[in-house]
């Protein structure tokens, strides 16, 4: 419904830039957080023409060159993802979203250098931040030897049921040495995604995941006995 509400925005707008942004946002939310082996390029594809039409129409909207870095993140193209991101970040450096969005795409490529400074401004700026901030951050804190404050991290805004954030806990209470809690959040996983160890490998290959990180990662959930395939 909110794809074909804008659809109609873009026959009528006379600057349709924030339609075409929302429209590529949107179309990447679908990519990126459907669980499937084969994820759905077509959608990819859309999505970078949308952004592409956003920006355009208003190369200085901060929302058209967010949805063209997302769009080039998730087609792998790092260098231009870099560059609309930087973009962004320079028309509209005090939006948390934005910057926690833009976070977690360097977390998935291990940018600490970028991600966190990104998600400790989010953070700050957003008092009432969602849940999803600290997952990227903590992945920050495990992947940099401090798997204890990864794990301080995620218990801010627990996301019970929401695989992403019991997945990674594990992962995170296996490198603190608290196994019994391990366990507890794989029987957790597994209801909130019982065919995880087959789609896991699938949803790291859209999010262009780097391969220590995802090595990490595969590491913990196999302490815990799952048998990560694909």
Request: charged share 20%; glycine share 6%; aromatic share 8%.
């Amino acid at each position: 419904a909110i794809r074909e509400g804008l659809s109609r925005a873009l026959e009528t707008d006379d600057n349709p830039a924030d339609a075409h942004a929302a429209l590529a946002l949107i179309m990447l939310d679908e990519y990126r957080v459907s669980i499937d082996n084969q994820p759905d390029e077509d959608i990819l594809e859309q999505a970078l023409s949308q952004a592409q039409m956003a920006v355009a129409c208003d190369p200085e909207s901060a929302t058209a060159q967010q949805a063209l870095a997302v769009a080039r993140f998730h087609r792998g193209e790092f260098d231009h993802f870099e560059a609309a991101a930087q973009q962004a970040l320079a028309l509209n450096p005090g939006h948390g979203d934005m910057l926690a969005a833009l976070g977690i795409c360097f977390t998935a490529r291990a940018n600490w250098g970028m991600a966190m400074p990104l998600l400790d401004k989010a953070i700050a700026l957003n008092p009432l931040q969602p849940g999803w901030y600290h997952v990227p951050r903590a992945i920050g804190l495990a992947m940099t030897g401090r798997a204890g404050e990864a794990v301080a991290e995620m218990l801010i805004a627990p996301l019970t049921g929401m695989f992403y954030y019991h997945c990674h806990m594990i992962w995170f209470l296996v490198e603190a040495n608290d196994m019994n809690a391990a366990m507890h959040e794989k029987a957790r996983l597994l209801q909130a995604l019982p065919d995880f160890d087959q789609l896991i490998m699938g949803h790291f290959r859209a999010w262009r995941t780097d391969d220590a990180l995802v090595s990490r990662a595969v590491a913990g959930w196999q302490s815990v006995g799952l048998n990560i395939r694909g």
